[in-house]
């Protein structure tokens, strides 16, 4: 991971200071849970050149071979008891989003609630942890896998993902794609604590590739119309009731 050694974050942003590399661990996201249970401050970074079960969410598995993709997990804590764990999980979706379209020849999207797509493939995947205490969120642990460097896809998702290694042609090098996700994590979600969530509302519903388009979510089925004020996806199906989707994977 010689790319990566010495990376610096960027002057100014608060996340990656400090920023804690690792050659193999199990999931950045536990590291980075033990770390903050144990104390570690707002912006500790955990990232990994390879990890050995790397996991996205209900129990799915994360490829995550070495030397290729970004693997970190954040610890956020400011502004937690403004924000509750979701919203901060959807302007990190948006963050990360923004901050691919820099790599890309043409521009990412979010997938409802938070994987970056580029052209229907995934590129990037999310997974936010919060963790209590008592009934308050202390900490929420945002996880992040970024496909970068491959050129090839691995087996398992060769039908569904793809690398900005592929789409661009060329490799952007994984410490400027990090430099970027770090700046716009920093930056939105910032805004997103200070102001609340509908300072970036439109511009995840501008950015939402199932906005207008029908989408199967749990038992509902229909037009995604948008995404209301407290982050769920409002979906009118065929009957025109429109139902608030505040969790769950589109089909
Ligand atoms: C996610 O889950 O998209 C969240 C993934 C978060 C991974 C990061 S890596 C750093 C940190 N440490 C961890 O242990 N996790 C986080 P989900 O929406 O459940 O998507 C999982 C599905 O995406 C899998 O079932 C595969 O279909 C697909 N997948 C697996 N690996 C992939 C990859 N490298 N690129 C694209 N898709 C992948």
């Known amino acids: 991971m010689d790319d990566l050694l010495g990376f610096v974050s960027p002057p100014g942003c608060g996340l990656g200071r400090p920023l804690i590399l690792k050659a193999l661990t199990g999931s950045t996201n536990d590291d980075a849970r033990a770390l903050a ?27 995550s071979p070495a030397g290729e993709n970004l693997y970190l997990s954040v610890v956020w804590r400011s502004g937690l008891d403004a924000i509750e764990p979701p919203l901060l999980a959807l302007g990190a979706g948006l963050a990360v989003s923004e901050a691919l379209d820099g790599f890309t020849p043409t521009p990412t999207a979010v997938k409802w609630p938070n994987d970056v797509r580029h052209r229907g493939r995934k590129l990037a995947g999310l997974l936010a942890e919060a963790i209590y205490r008592g009934t308050q969120p202390s900490a929420v642990i945002l996880g992040l896998g970024v496909n970068v460097r491959g050129a090839v896809m691995p087996e398992a998702i060769a039908e569904i993902a793809t690398s900005l ?17 770090l700046e716009h994590l920093d930056a939105t979600l910032g805004r997103l604590c200070a102001e609340g969530f509908g300072a970036i509302r439109q511009r995840l519903i501008e950015r939402c590739e199932n906005i207008g388009a029908r989408v199967s979510i749990g038992e509902v089925s229909g037009v995604a119309i948008d995404i209301d004020p407290a982050g769920a996806l409002r979906v009118r199906d065929d009957q025109g009731v429109v139902h608030a989707v505040r969790a769950g994977e589109i089909r």
């Open 37 to 63: 249970s144990a104390g570690a401050g707002h912006g500790t970074v955990v990232l990994a050149d390879a990890q050995t079960a790397g996991r996205g969410r209900l129990g799915r598995a994360w490829c």
């Open 165 to 181: 290694r592929i789409v661009r042609g060329d490799d952007p090098g994984r410490a400027p794609v990090l430099s970027s996700l």
